[in-house]
């Protein structure tokens, strides 16, 4: 790869050699992206069907996806990466893999819905690498590197709007684990390593909306499932102008 220039990435001198597009171009699209952050257990597929549903009452489009495991090749992907031993890769294999899921998921479904003016609700986007792979594993990854990685997998493309589910780590777990109960396949992985990586990880979701005012809002998800779905149309509504 030799150099990112203007809205492709090239990857040699002849400038006839295969470019990607960096997902640039999507960024006036027409419909909007808001992406469900947080920890395990946190009610984000809840919450995401529930203004999914809002947003169709006010005759917006919209489609629901999620990461890993919004296309095909995503499901496969997210089966590695979500079910089995916790220790049977390593940070950095995951983070490969979750931006080969991300990378697919864009260009396949992401951006061609916005490009359609539908709007694209996502559970999980690149905040949780972050918070997962770079605050979960002590920082052991540089986060220059993370960088360099969204640039080639999303360019500059990211939400309008992150909400990020904040609830105390043994609570959201406790859901979780007894939500896991019912599954033939158990997607545990995570859920698996000890409190501390959920402590340091929740940690990451409060720094990244910290960094980031404009596009995270971090909501107690420590309530029942009307109270939080009032709080997540009010701040939709009031962030895209819809009457609530
Ligand atoms: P969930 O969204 O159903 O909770 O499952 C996805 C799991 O994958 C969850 O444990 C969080 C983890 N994950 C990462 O570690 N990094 C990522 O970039 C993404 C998207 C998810």
Not at 45 to 53: A, K, R, Y
Not at 171 to 200: N, Y
Not at 215 to 238: F, T, Y
């Amino acid at each position: 790869m030799e150099s990112i220039k203007g809205k492709f990435i090239t990857f040699d001198q002849n400038e006839t050699s295969r470019q990607l597009d960096l997902g640039l171009e999507a960024l006036i699209p027409a419909g909007r992206f808001i992406t469900f952050e947080g920890g395990e257990g946190t009610g984000k597929s809840t919450q995401l069907n529930l203004l999914s549903e809002w947003l169709k009452q006010k005759h917006i489009n919209n489609i629901t996806t999620k990461e890993p495991g919004g296309t095909e090749i995503g499901s496969e992907l997210r089966r590695l990466l979500v079910t089995g031993d916790k220790n049977k890769m390593d940070a950095v294999a995951e983070v490969l893999l979750y931006y080969a899921d991300r990378r697919i998921h864009l260009t396949n479904k992401v951006w061609p819905a916005l490009k359609k003016g539908t709007w694209v609700l996502s559970d999980r986007f690149a905040d949780s690498t972050v918070a997962y792979q770079y605050y979960g594993y002590d920082k052991r990854i540089p986060f220059e590197t993370l960088k360099d990685m969204y640039t080639i997998a999303v360019g500059n493309f990211k939400p309008d709007l992150t909400v990020i589910l904040d609830i105390d780590p043994k609570i959201g777990l406790q859901r979780s684990f007894a939500k896991a109960v019912g599954m033939t396949v158990k997607e545990t992985r995570f859920e698996s390593r000890e409190l501390d990586f959920h402590h340091k990880m929740r940690q990451g979701f409060l720094e990244i909306a910290a960094r980031e005012p404009e596009r995270c809002v971090v909501l107690n998800a420590d309530k029942s499932i009307e109270a939080l779905h009032q709080d997540i149309i009010g701040l939709v509504a009031e962030r895209f102008g819809l009457n609530k």
